[in-house]
Nanobody, 130 residues
């Protein structure tokens, strides 16, 4: 079955960089749209970044120009390079398989991204202090 295992989270200071990764197994990774989503305490799930099989990407406005999503279709891994981290980036970050590539401009909002989720991992915590 589908297995997604995130790693690389931690506690950092504002302005620092951090890379989180996801090891995928149990499905043909290269055929699926993959995403990073996050959830802060008391808030809904927020889309962060999406990448399709060949490498087309889209980002939430809040992380554009700071975060970079990438994938390795040989190693079956998904990564998120985060720079210039802010306290509002504090959340549990989840690797997810999507039903389809998002088309709407507000795809990252909870009511939009939750409808696109197929499955997700257990998450890795990212905490950014000011």
């Amino acid at each position: 079955q589908v297995h997604l295992v995130e790693s690389g989270g931690g506690s950092v200071q504002a302005g620092d960089s951090l890379r989180v990764s996801c090891a995928a197994s149990g499905f043909t990774f290269r055929n699926y749209n993959m995403a990073w989503v996050r959830q802060a305490p008391g808030k809904g799930t927020e889309g962060v970044a999406v990448i399709d099989g060949p490498g087309t990407t889209t980002y939430a406005d809040s992380v554009k120009d700071r975060f970079t999503i990438s994938r390795d279709n040989v190693q079956n891994t998904l990564s998120l390079q985060m720079s210039d981290l802010k306290p509002e980036d504090t959340a549990m970050y989840y690797c997810a398989v999507l039903k389809k590539f998002p088309r709407s401009s507000d795809w990252y909002r909870p009511e939009q991204i939750e409808a696109l989720l197929r499955t997700w991992g257990r998450g890795t915590q990212v905490t950014v202090s000011s």
